[in-house]
């Protein structure tokens, strides 16, 4: 079973629709999960971050976090071609050597049509 | 402004040859972490470093070395490169030891190894 996983799309959605891409992990005891978009040929960036269970919004972006489910979704509302783009989960698991350990899943990739 | 510098951005080289892709950062942060990426395997962590002279292996570190003799740089090094090390390389980083999923990437350094 992978650490992190994610479907690997693509997840196509119109302009103006609400785009949802989720993520599970397998580390029960992970505390803080993170999601990165990544346009094609560029670096990753960080675009959300939760730690609690619940919903936390930041402008068109809504990240949803359940831990007893162990999953994490990421809304993205009025989705623009702009958002078209690679999604990376990530989530913070903690080994034996004490420190937190970054896992990413493998993305989903979006397509949004005008 | 604030970035993560890495050098080369493209580099061809031959199997055995001995290289070294540096990384800098600018915004004095403790953690500094090298990944590589592949089509379908996602990022996989190669070394990482919480602090100045402490590094650690991540899960894919064969094949590769790393120093951290300031906290700005953080340099990888390919000892004798083999073609399985074609890759697309990140260097990233975070301000702190404790919120090490809130990463700053570098543009990224693609490598073939022939």
């Known amino acids: 079973q992978k650490e992190v996983e994610q479907n690997s799309g693509p997840l196509s959605v119109p302009e103006g629709a609400i785009a949802s891409l989720n993520c599970t992990y397998s580390d029960r005891g992970s505390q803080s999960f993170f999601w990165y978009r990544q346009y094609s040929g560029k670096s990753p960036e960080l675009i959300m971050s939760?730690?609690?269970?619940g919903d936390k919004e930041d402008g068109r972006f809504t990240a949803q976090l359940n831990k007893a489910s162990q999953y994490v979704s990421l809304l993205i509302r009025d989705s623009q071609p702009s958002d078209s783009a690679t999604y990376l989960c990530?989530?913070?698991?903690?080994?034996?050597?004490?420190?937190?350990?970054?896992?990413f899943g493998t993305g989903t990739r979006l397509l949004v049509s005008p | 402004e604030a970035q993560v510098t890495q050098n080369p951005r493209y580099l061809i080289t031959v199997t055995g040859k001995k290289l070294t892709v540096t990384c800098s950062q600018n915004m004095n942060h403790e953690y500094m972490s090298w990944y590589r990426q592949d089509p379908g395997l996602g990022l996989r962590q190669i070394y990482y470093s919480m602090n100045v002279e402490v590094t650690d292996k991540g899960d894919v570190p064969e094949g590769y070395k790393v120093s951290r003799k300031e906290k700005r740089n953080f340099p990888l090094i390919l000892e004798s490169p083999s073609p399985n090390q074609t890759s697309l390389y990140f260097c990233?980083?975070?301000?702190?030891?404790?919120?090490?999923?809130?990463?700053?990437f570098g543009e990224g350094s693609r490598l073939t190894v022939l």
């Open positions: 990530a989530v913070n698991t903690l080994p034996n050597t004490g420190f937190q350990k970054l896992v």
């Open positions: 939760i730690y609690s269970n």
């Open positions: 990233a980083s975070s301000f702190s030891q404790v919120y090490t999923g809130e990463l700053f």
